[in-house]
C-alpha cells in the first residue's frame, strides 16, 4: 500500500456538478456483434472511459479503475444508435471515489430514447509513479446528490465485506 499524497490545491472541497460529464458514441459495425448489436464488451469499455473523465474533473488527478459493479443490460443497442453516457462522482472517501454512470440509446430517426445501464464503479487517484493521492472532498447540493452520496456510503461498506470474504477463501 502507499502512502497517500496531499497536495493542498487539490485537496479544495467541489461540488458534485463540477465532475459531471457526457460523452456520446455512434455505434459503428466495429462495435457490433454479426446481428448488428452493440457488444456488452464495448458498452463497458465506454462506461469506464465515462467515469474516468467524471473522476479526472473531480481529483484533478490520474486516476485507476479498482472495481466496476454489475451491470445489467437493459435494452439492445443497434448500429446506428447514439449511445449518450452520463457520469458524475457520487461520493469521495480517502484516496478513492465512486462514481456513476447512466447511459442512454438514442435513435433520432424514430426519435427514441431509452435507458441501457447504469454502473457503479471506483476509482482511485494516483500520481505518475502510481501513488495513492489523497481526493478532494465533494460536496452534494441537490437532493438526488445527497442521495447518491448516501447510497454510495452504503454500497462501500457491502464491497468491503465482500472484499474481506473473497480474501478469507
Ligand atoms: C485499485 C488499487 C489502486 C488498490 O490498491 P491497494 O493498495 O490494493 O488498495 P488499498 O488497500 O491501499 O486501498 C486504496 C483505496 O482503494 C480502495 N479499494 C481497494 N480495492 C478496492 C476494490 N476492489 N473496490 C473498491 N475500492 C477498492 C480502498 O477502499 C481504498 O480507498 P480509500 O483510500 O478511499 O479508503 C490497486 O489494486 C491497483 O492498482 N489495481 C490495478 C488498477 C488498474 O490497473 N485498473 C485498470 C484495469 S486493468
Request: aromatic content about 4%; charged content about 25%.
Given at each position: 500500500?502507499?502512502?497517500?499524497?496531499?497536495?493542498?490545491?487539490?485537496?479544495?472541497?467541489?461540488?458534485?456538478?463540477?465532475?459531471?460529464?457526457?460523452?456520446?458514441?455512434?455505434?459503428?459495425?466495429?462495435?457490433?456483434?454479426?446481428?448488428g448489436?452493440?457488444?456488452?464488451?464495448?458498452?463497458?469499455?465506454?462506461?469506464?472511459l465515462?467515469?474516468?473523465?467524471?473522476?479526472?474533473?473531480?481529483?484533478?488527478?490520474?486516476?485507476?479503475?479498482?472495481?466496476?459493479?454489475?451491470?445489467?443490460?437493459?435494452?439492445?443497442?443497434?448500429?446506428?444508435?447514439?449511445?449518450?453516457?452520463?457520469?458524475?462522482?457520487?461520493?469521495?472517501?480517502?484516496?478513492?471515489?465512486?462514481?456513476?454512470?447512466?447511459?442512454?440509446?438514442?435513435?433520432?430517426?424514430?426519435?427514441?430514447s431509452?435507458?441501457?445501464?447504469?454502473?457503479?464503479?471506483?476509482?482511485?487517484?494516483?500520481?505518475?509513479?502510481?501513488?495513492?493521492?489523497?481526493?478532494?472532498?465533494?460536496?452534494?447540493?441537490?437532493?438526488?446528490?445527497?442521495?447518491?452520496?448516501?447510497?454510495?456510503?452504503?454500497?462501500?461498506?457491502?464491497?468491503?465485506?465482500?472484499?474481506?470474504?473473497?480474501?478469507?477463501?
Amino acid at each position: 500500500m502507499n502512502d497517500p499524497k496531499v497536495n493542498d490545491d487539490m485537496l479544495m472541497p467541489r461540488p458534485v456538478c463540477d465532475s459531471q460529464s457526457e460523452m456520446i458514441e455512434l455505434v459503428l459495425p466495429n462495435d457490433a456483434n454479426p446481428l448488428g448489436a452493440l457488444l456488452g464488451g464495448r458498452l463497458m469499455h465506454w462506461i469506464d472511459l465515462a467515469a474516468a473523465l467524471a473522476c479526472h474533473r473531480h481529483s484533478h488527478s490520474h486516476a485507476v479503475t479498482a472495481s466496476v459493479d454489475h451491470i445489467d443490460f437493459l435494452v439492445p443497442v443497434q448500429v446506428g444508435d447514439l449511445v449518450i453516457l452520463r457520469s458524475s462522482v457520487n461520493r469521495v472517501f480517502q484516496t478513492s471515489m465512486e462514481v456513476g454512470v447512466k447511459v442512454f440509446v438514442e435513435n433520432y430517426i424514430a426519435d427514441i430514447s431509452q435507458h441501457v445501464a447504469s454502473a457503479y464503479l471506483t476509482f482511485v487517484a494516483v500520481d505518475a509513479k502510481g501513488n495513492h493521492l489523497k481526493v478532494a472532498p465533494i460536496i452534494p447540493e441537490s437532493e438526488e446528490q445527497q442521495r447518491r452520496y448516501e447510497d454510495a456510503g452504503r454500497r462501500r461498506e457491502i464491497r468491503r465485506a465482500e472484499l474481506q470474504r473473497r480474501k478469507k477463501r
